[in-house]
């Protein structure tokens, strides 16, 4: 008994030395070689490689200045903007004014904008008295915390007593009206991702709104401008500095760390949704530090942050630097460190450096830190008396639903002929391969195809790489002639489903069937309760779990075609639930599968999963913006759809669409699979 309570101590002390050594090296990840099929290795390594890799091809400033436009734009995009005017002309902000409490120096206006029509922002403007030429301006950007303008209130306070107009604005999610901003966090909103809506969009664009209010005012000096906030309103900080050049300084509190720690260290688990931007190129948040470059800009993190490792933010400060040093600005990025959590410091001392930065930077005074003091914290006026919309918010605004609009999505199209039928083809291919499916490797790992086991009854087990980090299994069942090609029906196993359940679609059809489980099905699987942070994790990476299945199943096919006595211009793909996205999907991109059979298609992948990360994993980066499965299954024409059982009535465009062309044999609804043909 005692040799046993001896090594579990043991075992308990070696844990805490490796909790103790990953706290001392929180990045170390070996190499990919060293584990198979193992989706916390693989989404650490992925999220490794894309912190290693940012701006790594820049070296020079003509190698950043060719490419920043570009890396401009694609932010924009990333953050659902596209199709707004971020840039030129935009209309005079619509402002109601409902308030005004007179302080000692400064008076508070309680006011609402909108930033779009019917999309309101509850707001407190500060202005300073006697304001004898115009004045720089601060827009603070609210963190996450409850009651937000009275929970920020002495920010503005301070930077008003010092002479700058602050303008302070709510977010969509814990201002006065509670918008939906945790949508994947909490919700289990995982059709964000298919829609590419980030909350940190709309939270942009209220920002750039909130200057643009700024810039209509007849006291604020337009080109003296800046932008500051703790939290949820640090990563603002970060972004719209990047989004708008307008901004002259800028200073993020808490508000980004690199992508490797996030994943690594699982402070992801930790944070909303807007703290990453769809991840439709692969960047990490130095990438956006970078777009600010040469501007004064300030990263103030402190070292015991939960929601941020301070080694994580070293590496993207670390990362932005020489891009200020090619602009021969290296004094212009600054990292402040403090002890503490997640706060201003554990003794507020970003507050007087933050002030100090402002000044310098907007107004040009040399007012150190120290000199300033401790800044006073406290909250003079109770929530109530900043309460913008006195009289309750607007009868139209959208705030609660905006997440159903701020992105335009795609409508099935009216196709009447081959020829646009062939074009809107093109148009998904073209969008699909650089939006959502741009993660998938740039150079395939070799197959490797593997003869793992055989046996009577024509079963032979052969495994394959799909990607590096990967090996999984193909397993074809059944006997078939030795001698010549034959066709095969592919079979898709589901997650977690009961053993031969996808297989049981099969029963009564005779010929040649595989059996294929992509990752995280079968033998690759992780536990359910993984699930929310796997989906998660995988898009702030650039892909998502259908997508990553997507190309499983494509190198699947590649395997399925070399190997002896298949045909491979008849293969079949047969899939069941959420597996018939993937086979859908996977089918368009191959443009090789002679036919498609599905049973319980899901009607949209514009629906809601589980809050806990349970439930269909269809979503797919961007992809509602171009299409749906309903679409994706009628772009197989001419080839056969085969539907088992009923369909959702969302398939009646992919119906018809084959009706009005003229192959409505090749659209085949059965019971059962062997209606449709006993021999395969």
């Known amino acids: ?67 920043r436009d570009q890396r401009h734009q ?161 990563s603002q900080s970060w972004y719209l500095p990047a989004i708008d050049r307008r901004i002259k300084a800028a200073a993020a509190v808490a508000g980004a760390g690199s992508l490797e720690g996030q994943i690594c260290q699982r402070t992801i688990d930790d944070h909303c949704d807007c703290m990453m931007p769809i991840n439709t190129y692969s960047i990490d948040f130095s990438d956006v530090g970078a777009q600010i470059a040469p501007r004064p800009f300030m990263i103030a993190q402190t070292n015991r942050d939960l929601y941020y490792s301070i080694e994580a933010v070293r590496t993207l400060y670390d990362k932005i630097k020489p891009i200020y040093n090619y602009y021969g600005a290296p004094e212009n990025i600054r990292m402040e460190e403090a002890g503490g959590g997640h706060s201003y410091g554990s003794n507020e001392e970003f507050r007087p450096v933050i002030l100090s930065f402002f000044l310098k930077e907007l107004m040009g005074k040399e007012v150190s830190a120290e000199s300033i003091g401790t800044v006073d914290i406290e909250k003079e006026l109770p929530v109530e008396a900043l309460t913008a919309y006195v009289e309750g918010p607007p009868a139209d605004d959208r705030t609660k639903t905006i997440q159903d609009t701020f992105v335009n999505l795609a409508k099935a199209p009216e196709i009447t002929s081959i020829e646009q039928l062939n074009n809107y083809r093109k148009e998904v291919l073209d969008f699909l391969k650089d939006k959502t499916f741009g993660a998938f490797p740039k150079q395939p790992a070799p197959l490797d195809i593997r003869l793992e086991f055989q046996a009577n009854r024509g079963r032979q087990d052969y495994s394959f790489v799909p990607e590096e980090g990967w090996r999984l299994k193909l397993s074809l069942r059944r006997n078939y002639p030795e001698n010549g090609k034959t066709p095969v029906l592919l079979v898709l196993k589901s997650p977690n489903e009961e053993q031969w359940a996808s297989l049981s679609m099969t029963y009564g059809v005779q010929g040649k069937v595989a059996i294929f489980e992509a990752r995280g099905i079968g033998e690759t699987g992780w536990a359910p309760s993984l699930q929310w942070y796997v989906r998660r994790s995988s898009a702030w990476t650039g892909r998502t779990v259908a997508s990553m299945r997507v190309y499983d199943l494509l190198r699947c096919l590649e395997a399925l075609r070399e190997i002896p006595g298949v045909d491979p211009d008849k293969i079949r793909i047969a899939a069941r639930g959420e597996m018939t996205a993937v086979a859908s999907y996977a089918a368009l991109l191959d443009g090789n599968v002679q036919t498609l059979i599905l049973k319980d298609p899901p009607a949209t992948q514009n629906a809601p999963s589980q809050p806990d990360g349970t439930g269909e994993s269809i979503e797919m980066l961007n992809c509602l913006q171009i299409t749906d499965l309903p679409q994706v299954t009628g772009l197989h024409f001419p080839k056969e759809v085969v539907a088992i059982g009923e369909l959702p009535s969302s398939y009646h465009w992919a119906e018809s669409l084959y009706k009005n062309l003229n192959e409505p044999g090749s659209f085949i609804k059965v019971a059962k699979l062997s209606e449709w043909g006993s021999d395969l």
């Not at 490794?48 to 060719?66: A, F, K, P, R």
């Not at 301006?137 to 996450?144: D, F, M, R, T």
């Not at 940190?200 to 005012?217: K, S, Y």
């Open 1 to 67: 008994m005692k040799e046993k309570v001896t090594s579990t101590l043991t075992l308990i002390f070696l844990l805490h030395s490796l909790v103790t050594v990953a706290q001392q090296f929180p990045y170390s990840v070996a190499p990919i070689e060293d584990q198979h099929n193992n989706i916390r290795f693989y989404l650490n390594h992925v999220a490794s490689n894309i912190t290693t890799n940012s701006l790594s091809s820049i070296g020079s400033l003509q190698d950043w200045e060719t490419v």
């Open 74 to 234: 694609e932010l924009i995009e990333m953050l659902g903007l596209q199709g707004k005017p971020v840039s030129g002309e935009r209309p005079a902000v619509k402002v109601t004014k409902t308030g005004v409490i007179q302080k000692d120096g400064y008076r508070i206006e309680k006011l609402y904008y909108e930033s779009l029509p019917g999309l309101y922002v509850a707001a407190n403007l500060y202005v300073p008295d006697d304001i004898k030429k115009k004045a720089p301006a601060i827009l603070y950007v609210c963190g996450h915390a409850h009651n937000q303008k009275y929970n920020y209130q002495a920010h503005a306070k301070s930077f008003a007593q010092n002479g700058f107009v602050c303008l302070i604005i709510e977010t969509i999610q814990r201002g006065e009206v509670k918008g939906e901003h945790l949508g994947v966090y909490e919700l289990g909103w995982f059709q964000w991702y298919s829609q590419g809506y980030n909350p940190a969009g709309v939270e942009v664009w209220n920002g750039i709104r909130g200057l643009d209010l700024l810039c209509q005012m007849p006291e604020v000096d337009q080109d003296k401008l800046g932008v500051t906030g703790i939290s949820g309103g640090g």
